[in-house]
T-cell receptor
C-alpha cells in the first residue's frame, strides 16, 4: 500500500512554461485535493474532486486547472507558470464525510516547485 | 464562514517541558476537529481527532479535548521530546462540507 504518491518531487520552471503534477492514491478514496503551502500561510486549497470526472474550485484556483479522469489519479496543471506559483504542493485524499471513522485526509509527500 | 485560529509560532521548548498549542474555531453546526503534524520534509499526517463535544482525542502522548462552550481544541503534551519537533496544524470539517479547513500552523522546536 503506497498511500498517496506525488510526481515529481522537485521541479524548476521558467516563467510561462507549463507543467502537470500527478497525484495517485491506492486507497480507493473518492475525494481528492490539491493544496499549496507557503511560509506563514498554512495550507490553502486549490481545487478538489468528490469523485471521478468531477472537480471544484477551492480557495485559490486561479492559474491552475485539474482533471480527475480516473478515480485513483488527480492531475494539477499550470498552463503558464508565474513566480507567484513558487510553493510546495500537496495532494490529499479521503473518504466522503459521514463515513464512520474515515473522514481523515491522507497526504502525499509534496512537490517543491520553483518558478524563475 | 468557518475558520480556525491557532497560536503563532515558533514555539521553542526544552525536552520534557509541558506543551500547549492553542486552537479556537468558528463553525456552524457540529464540526469534527483535528490536529495534523508535519515533520520536516514530509506531508501532513493525522495526529488525533475528536468528532463531538467533550470527546478527547489522543495519540503519541498528545491530547486535545473538544470544548464546544469555548470553541476550542487545544493540543497538550506532558513531556515533549526532540522528536516532537514539527509543524502542527489544527483543522475542522463540518458535517456538510467535503473540505477540511486548516489553521496556519505552529512550528514547534524542542531543545535537547
Amino acid at each position: 500500500n503506497a498511500g498517496v504518491t506525488q510526481t515529481p518531487k522537485f521541479r524548476v520552471l521558467k516563467t510561462g512554461q507549463s507543467m502537470t503534477l500527478l497525484c495517485a492514491q491506492d486507497m480507493n478514496h473518492e475525494y481528492m485535493y490539491w493544496y499549496r503551502q507557503d511560509p506563514g500561510m498554512g495550507l490553502r486549497l486549490i481545487h478538489y474532486s468528490v469523485g471521478e470526472g468531477t472537480t471544484a474550485k477551492g480557495e485559490v484556483p486561479d492559474g491552475y486547472n485539474v482533471s480527475r479522469l480516473k478515480k485513483q489519479n488527480f492531475l494539477l496543471g499550470l498552463e503558464s507558470a508565474a513566480p507567484s506559483q513558487t510553493s510546495v504542493y500537496f495532494c490529499a485524499s479521503s473518504w466522503p464525510q459521514g463515513r464512520t471513522g474515515t473522514d481523515t485526509q491522507y497526504f502525499g509527500p509534496g512537490t517543491r516547485l520553483t518558478v524563475l | 464562514g468557518d475558520s480556525v485560529t491557532q497560536m503563532e509560532g515558533p514555539v521553542t521548548l526544552s525536552e520534557e517541558a509541558f506543551l500547549t498549542i492553542n486552537c479556537t474555531y468558528t463553525a456552524t453546526g457540529y464540526p469534527s476537529l483535528f490536529w495534523y503534524v508535519q515533520y520536516p520534509g514530509e506531508g501532513l499526517q493525522l495526529l488525533l481527532k475528536a468528532t463531538k463535544a467533550d470527546d478527547k482525542g489522543s495519540n503519541k502522548g498528545f491530547e486535545a479535548t473538544y470544548r464546544k462552550e469555548t470553541t476550542s481544541f487545544h493540543l497538550e503534551k506532558g513531556s515533549v521530546q526532540v522528536s516532537d519537533s514539527a509543524v502542527y496544524f489544527c483543522a475542522l470539517r463540518t458535517s456538510s462540507a467535503s473540505k477540511i479547513i486548516f489553521g496556519s500552523g505552529t512550528r514547534l522546536s524542542i531543545r535537547p
